[in-house]
């Protein structure tokens, strides 16, 4: 399995007034880990977006374990959780300098096509792109 690992910039604006961070942020954490990983393997959205295809959500969840606050430094853990061809499932884990996670969380996505926004099969739109994934990807056992 392979995960990426991306610093996150917290800014002030990203906290109320207790100095937590805002729950919303963590979403905008995940895509900022997935996009990273999508980098670090090679692939972009945008190239996706050429080949006339979006990748949108169809869900999310996020575990809040210890809350972040402004001044600390922490991480976006992201990896392929599962890839069935149809949806794509990617797990994130937000750690601190010493691997404490304080929140995990997954988000599910599925191809669409931009001219209709129907569903399309990602192994067949990507083939690269999917067979990286089916290499990278969570195993049963992990």
């Known amino acids: ?6 610093a996150i910039q917290i800014f002030y604006a990203d906290s109320d ?3 937590v961070v805002y729950h919303a942020n963590y979403l905008k954490w995940f895509e900022l880990g997935r996009s990273a990983l999508i980098e670090e393997l090679g692939f972009n959205y945008l190239a996706m977006e050429a080949e ?6 169809y869900d999310a969840h ?5 809350p972040v606050r ?3 430094n922490v ?14 499932v990617y797990g994130y884990q937000i750690v601190d300098d010493t691997n404490d996670v304080r929140a995990e969380g997954s988000t599910t996505h599925v191809i669409v096509r931009k001219d209709n926004f129907r ?3 990602f192994k067949k739109a990507f083939p690269e792109w999917f067979a990286k994934y089916e290499e990278i990807k969570k195993k049963p056992a992990e």
Do not use: C, L, Q
């Not at 399995?1 to 991306?6: E, F, H, L, N, T």
């Not at 006339?52 to 959500?57: D, E, K, R, T």
């Not at 996020?62 to 210890?66: A, G, L």
């Open 119 to 121: 569903p399309a099969n």
């Open 52 to 57: 006339g295809y979006f990748a949108p959500v």
């Open 75 to 88: 991480y976006v853990k992201t990896w392929v959780e599962e890839s069935n061809g149809i949806r794509t």
């Open 17 to 19: 007034m207790m100095g």
């Open 1 to 6: 399995m392979y995960i990426s690992k991306k």
């Open 70 to 72: 402004f001044g600390e």
């Open 62 to 66: 996020v575990t809040y374990k210890k």
